[in-house]
């Protein structure tokens, strides 16, 4: 399939408006030659960490490890259990196996699509030492009760704010609100570098120093290795780059906003009609719109898909298949039916093209051909 015209990323737009400080960047650190931990991964680790508003950071391989090692960090491990949600990527359920705990779902809100908080409690055992609300799409979850429930059973929170670099909760940055959080620098991120990244952040010394361990080899200094650790060390060119990005995400992040605006208002006609549902911002949280999300009646779905990808608009879906019915966890012993909530999502769901340099124009073209496909349907399949 060719290129998209209006791609659901367009990374070479970003690109060639940072093209001249990325290069020297890059640039700069070939020159160093100093390719593993060195000056840049210091650096970002101190900004992103303000960026945050926590103290520490600790820069890793990916966004999987950051929750990996977090989980490790906090002494999660054979035998345990840790509660998460169903209707988010794999990776979030996959760290936790990694370290050898059971994931345990619980389903989502209808509204936010994140953790439904009402039901934590229910899949709370004597084993459970964690719980890892996932702000999806950009949407920070509930984090008051989370952490009430958790302080009230003696359990931790691992943020997995992967998708929400930015996003705010009560006017806290997410990310801050947990023991410990994890991010992921995937290229198409908020925050993306142009390669595999992540970060862990915290303000717990200990936790911090346990993830700075156990991403080296365990090893302190050179050769010296006090615990079995893994290599999941940040790249030094991949932190010169996020340092350059860093600097523009509040500005991106707004533009990611005011396009989630225009969607809204130009496909107002279709919300109160019924034929189409907008994401729904929590008035205690800062939406960042990693992705633009609507819904549309499941007998629908694809065909729109189908006719948006026809002419050139790079609309998917995230994600088509929900946790407990992938073939890797059918060992949970889930079945159709156990979380209702988000299988009815995940037929529903269909991502918009979202980045900050899509323009009014796109956006407005993007809702024309969601409008024309509606009038092409017949009126009997023209509802929800």
């Not at 600790?58 to 491990?77: E, H, I, M, Q, Y």
């Not at 999941?232 to 780059?241: K, P």
């Not at 059918?330 to 039916?337: A, I, P, V």
Request: net charge neutral.
């Amino acid at each position: 399939m060719d290129r998209p015209t209006l791609p659901l990323v367009d990374l070479r737009r970003q690109y060639a408006s940072i093209k001249t400080e990325i290069d020297e960047k890059i640039s700069g650190v070939l020159k160093s030659t100093a390719f593993i931990l060195g000056s840049e991964v210091k650096e970002f680790e101190k900004e992103f960490a303000a960026f945050c508003s926590v103290g520490l950071s600790v820069g890793v391989n990916s966004g999987t490890d950051a929750l990996s090692l977090a989980l490790l960090a906090l002494g999660v491990g054979e035998g345990d259990e840790v509660i998460t949600s169903p209707n988010t990527f794999i990776a979030t359920a996959a760290a936790i196996s990694h370290v050898g705990a059971r994931p345990v779902l619980v389903d989502v809100d209808p509204e936010s699509y994140n953790i439904d908080v009402s039901q934590i409690e229910k899949g709370i055992t004597g084993k459970t030492r964690a719980i890892i609300p996932v702000h999806l799409y950009g949407q920070p979850s509930e984090m008051d009760a989370t952490l009430q429930i958790a302080k009230n059973h003696n359990m931790k929170v691992v943020e997995d704010a992967c998708q929400a670099h930015g996003g705010e909760y009560r006017g806290r940055r997410v990310g801050s609100l947990g023991d410990i959080s994890a991010f992921s620098f995937y290229p198409g991120k908020n925050l993306g570098a142009y390669g595999d990244g992540g970060a862990v952040v915290t303000d717990k010394n200990e936790l911090a120093g346990r993830i700075r361990l156990l991403r080296d080899h365990g090893s302190p200094k050179k050769y010296y290795h006090d615990v079995i650790g893994y290599n999941s060390r940040l790249d030094e060119i991949q932190a010169a780059v996020l340092r350059v990005k860093l600097r523009y995400l509040n500005v991106w992040n707004e533009k990611r906003r005011r396009n989630a605006r225009l969607y809204s208002e130009y496909l107002k006609d279709l919300v109160d009609k019924g034929l189409v549902s907008t994401p729904k911002e929590k008035n205690w949280a800062k939406h960042v719109y990693h992705l633009f999300v609507i819904q549309v009646d499941e007998r629908l779905r694809d065909k729109l898909i189908e006719h948006l990808n026809a002419r050139g608009i790079g609309a998917q879906i995230h994600y088509p298949i929900p946790i407990h019915l992938q073939k890797a966890y059918k060992h949970l012993g889930y079945t159709e039916g156990s979380f209702p909530v988000s299988e009815r999502l995940v037929k529903r769901i269909i991502s918009l093209p979202m980045f900050p340099e899509l323009e009014q124009q796109e956006i407005e073209h993007i809702a024309q051909e969601i409008r024309a496909f509606f009038k092409q349907m017949p009126p009997s399949q023209n509802h929800r």
